[in-house]
């Protein structure tokens, strides 16, 4: 049957013609089957006409199952190679498709072209795909849902919750934004290269951040100094913040907090509480 979607034949041809040899180090893995893009897109929920952006289009996969749904699509994509063929590829498959693309590390970009988008939908670059989640969630408030595919554990680690062995600084740092929710398995051999890891959805929808005085970069760094070292209490974890563990322990009671808990016991709120704590001793 006839698709617009790229299957191994299109990509092997695509990066044979421009010369791609995937690389690691960009966590370059292309989708070469449709059946899973259309999953991803199902998922993912569009509205026609949605704005939605897109994290490494690679050599436009997942792109062109966005654009087929009716989606209005802006891409990050760093690899200049790719950057330069996408808009060509979607172009002759989608001519009146809405798109662009941004060349850029994810990562520094603060503005998007075009009408803010509302939903991001990627397989991210699986080295740096939690640091890209969480920036794009602070820079585009306008983000409601995001639907991406990363390696099975990362999204078990964002999705999550306190408790289990896993929680940690994704989870709650990720709970500051949306809550999540995995979504899904992807075998390893929907992609060129096959990866040595599964690959799995995670769903995230945007809530209200926690009400607290503390800014987001104060939670954030009470976060990163309970789970540093995950088999301490939050007492001898915080203490370099506090100044002291006498100064953390009167700081964890104020905030309601058990001082000999450990950080992967405490939801995001709880954090917050903490980092009220801090402000308040910094005036
Ligand atoms: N979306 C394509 C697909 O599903 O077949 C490619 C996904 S591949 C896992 C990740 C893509 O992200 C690659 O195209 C890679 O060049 C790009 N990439 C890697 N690091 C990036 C970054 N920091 N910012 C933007 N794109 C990046």
Not at 261 to 266: D, H, I, K, M, S
């Given at each position: 049957?006839?698709s617009?979607?790229l299957?191994p034949?299109?990509?092997?041809?695509?990066?044979?013609?421009l010369?791609?040899r995937p690389?690691?180090?960009?966590g370059q893995?292309f989708?070469?089957?449709?059946g899973t893009?259309?999953k991803?897109?199902?998922i993912?929920g569009?509205?026609p006409?949605?704005?939605v952006?897109e994290?490494?289009?690679g050599?436009?996969?997942?792109?062109?199952?966005?654009?087929e749904?009716?989606?209005?699509?802006?891409?990050?994509?760093?690899?200049?190679v790719l950057?330069?063929q996408?808009?060509?590829?979607?172009?002759?498959?989608?001519p009146d498709?809405d798109f662009?693309v941004?060349?850029s590390d994810?990562l520094d970009v603060t503005?998007?072209?075009?009408?803010?988008?509302?939903?991001?939908?990627?397989?991210?670059p699986y080295?740096v795909a939690?640091?890209?989640l969480?920036?794009?969630?602070q820079?585009?408030d306008s983000l409601?849902?995001?639907?991406?595919?990363?390696?099975?554990e990362?999204a078990d680690?964002?999705?999550a919750?306190?408790?289990s062995?896993?929680y940690?600084?994704?989870?709650?740092?990720?709970?500051?934004?949306a809550?999540a929710?995995?979504a899904?398995?992807i075998g390893?051999?929907?992609?060129w290269p096959?990866?040595?890891?599964?690959?799995?959805?995670?769903?995230l929808?945007?809530?209200?951040p926690?009400?607290?005085?503390?800014p987001?970069e104060r939670?954030?760094?009470?976060?990163d100094?309970a789970?540093?070292?995950?088999r301490?209490t939050?007492r001898a974890?915080?203490s370099g913040?506090?100044g002291s563990?006498?100064?953390?322990?009167t700081a964890?009671?104020a905030?309601g907090?058990?001082?000999s808990?450990?950080?992967?016991?405490?939801v995001v709120?709880?954090?917050?509480?903490?980092?009220?704590?801090l402000?308040?001793r910094a005036?």
């Open positions: 049957t006839s617009a979607l299957g034949a299109e990509i092997r041809d695509l990066a044979g013609r010369g791609v690389t690691k180090t960009l893995n989708l070469h089957d449709g893009v259309r991803i897109v199902r993912a569009l509205q006409g949605e704005r952006v994290v490494g289009p050599l436009g996969s997942l792109t062109l199952g966005l654009v749904a009716g989606a209005s699509v802006v891409a990050i994509e760093i690899d200049p950057a330069g996408i808009t060509d590829t979607v172009k002759a498959r989608f498709a662009e941004v060349l994810a503005a998007l072209p075009g009408e803010p988008p509302t939903a991001l939908v990627a397989n991210l080295n939690v640091p890209v969480l920036t794009m969630l820079r585009f409601e849902r995001v639907l991406v595919m990363v390696q099975a990362v680690r964002v999705a919750v306190p408790g062995k896993i940690g600084i994704p989870s709650v740092k990720a709970a500051w934004y809550s929710r995995r899904g398995t390893r051999n929907v992609f096959a990866p040595n890891v599964d690959s799995a959805l995670v769903y929808e945007r809530r209200e926690p009400s607290t005085s503390a987001r939670v954030f760094a009470v976060i100094a789970f540093a070292q995950r301490k939050l974890a915080l913040l506090f563990g006498a100064a953390a322990e964890l009671r905030a907090v058990d001082p808990a450990r950080g992967e016991t405490l709120e709880q954090f917050a509480r903490i980092a009220e704590q402000d308040q005036e």
